[in-house]
């Protein structure tokens, strides 16, 4: 039962073609009923990466609040590895509040507050996936001289962030993504799309990147 939930339509997948494979970083659902049985998400992210010969997987939206981000790394870069250089690195500022109160996860005051928290943890995660040793004291993180070996087994292992925060989150895709998990109507997101553009402008990033 448990490599039926796992994996046989994972395999498929890669078989039949598609490009990536995502999960979901919950530890409650968020569809139905939330104590329904689900699995947590970088662990099930090593099993795909064993079972699966070719097709990139990631979570498409991984929840800052829940782990700090050296250990998000150290996490992602496994799965780079057992998956031959298929990994990608889903960010978002986290929206359940329910799965954090059970589990005595810090949801912060606001959302405004957990975005800066992504943008303070995908800056650190940008500079160890490209090897370098990262000091840091900010108002959410701290390290001292952090380095990880092994590297990526990808020269650039990408960053995904999720949302649609004009203000905040684009931003930080302008800073740090190299791919934009968004959602709309074709109208919003060729606006948001333009919002983003500017906040590339704004940070020196060339858009097609």
């Known amino acids: 039962e448990i490599k039926k939930r796992l994996g046989i339509s994972r395999v498929r997948a890669d078989t039949l073609g598609y490009d990536s494979l995502w999960a ?12 329904q049985p689900i699995f947590e998400a970088y662990t099930t992210l090593a099993a795909w990466a064993a079972m699966t010969e070719r097709i990139k997987i990631g979570l498409m939206v991984g929840a800052i609040t829940m782990r700090n981000p ?12 057992i998956s031959n250089g298929r990994a990608m690195c889903g960010l978002g500022g986290a929206w359940f509040e329910l799965e954090h109160t059970a589990h005595g996860i810090d949801f912060g005051s606001s959302v405004g507050q957990r975005l800066d928290w992504m943008d303070e943890a995908a800056g650190i995660l940008r500079a160890i996936f490209d090897g370098e040793t990262v000091t840091h004291d900010g108002p959410r993180y701290h390290t001292e001289a952090l380095v990880h070996h092994p590297r990526p087994v990808q020269a650039h292992l990408p960053i995904v962030i999720g949302g649609e925060g004009e203000r905040k989150t684009l931003r930080s895709v302008a800073k740090y ?18 919002v983003l553009r500017r906040h590339c402008d704004d940070v020196g990033r060339d858009p097609a990147t």
């Open 24 to 35: 979901w970083d919950h530890l409650y659902a968020i569809f139905g009923d939330p104590y």
């Open 70 to 81: 050296g250990l998000v790394a150290k996490s992602v870069v496994t799965v780079d590895h």
């Open 177 to 194: 993504a190299d791919i934009w998990n968004g959602g709309g109507t074709v109208e919003l997101l060729a606006h948001k799309g333009d």
